[in-house]
């Protein structure tokens, strides 16, 4: 199943490093199901960022396929990925472009981790442009589902030791 992402605009006041306040518009991505969910997600997680009231401007959806978080990287770059096939009917390349945003510290490092992410791709590609998007942050849905599968995996880990010490007492 695809994931659908959304852009959400938000405007509140803002602390600025100088103590002073202003009012100011950010970019927020996260993925959802429908408008309705994209806005009662949007308003939860602001809700945790700031204690002020803010005004959910806009929200779009975007044209993002993927989306690839990096650690210790701060800003959010826009890549254009162009997938080339070839028509054997025409005879020509044929492109088709897909968008990716990749979190890296510049655009070198943003086109180094376009690369990384296409690996593994059989298809001929380019990365024809790379942009600084205005986006701040990301908000991926979570289910809690990876939370139980790690301690369903600690419990069979759990479950598995003390069967291997029970067939050892009945070894002896």
Not at 29 to 39: C, G, P, V, W
Not at 40 to 64: D, H, P, S
Not at 123 to 130: E, K, L, N, S, W
């Amino acid at each position: 199943m695809s994931v659908t992402w959304y852009e959400c605009k938000v405007k509140y006041r803002k602390i600025q490093e100088t103590g002073e306040q202003k009012v100011t518009t950010e970019t927020y991505l996260l993925d959802a199901i429908s408008y309705t969910e994209a806005e009662t997600r949007i308003n939860q997680e602001m809700a945790a960022y700031t204690r002020e009231e803010f005004l959910i401007t806009n929200i779009k959806v975007a044209n993002f396929s993927e989306v690839h978080p990096v650690e210790n990287s701060d800003r959010w770059f826009k890549s254009k990925v162009a997938l080339i096939a070839f028509d054997e009917n025409s005879g020509k390349e044929r492109k088709t472009n897909i968008y990716m945003l990749v979190q890296a510290n510049d655009l070198k490092e943003a086109y180094d981790n376009t690369i990384e992410a296409m690996k593994g791709t059989t298809g001929d590609y380019t990365v024809p442009a790379i942009t600084e998007s205005p986006i701040m942050d990301v908000f991926p849905y979570f289910t809690g589902e990876e939370e139980q599968l790690e301690q369903f995996k600690v419990i069979e880990k759990t479950q598995t030791a003390e069967e291997e010490v029970l067939e050892d007492s009945e070894v002896e």
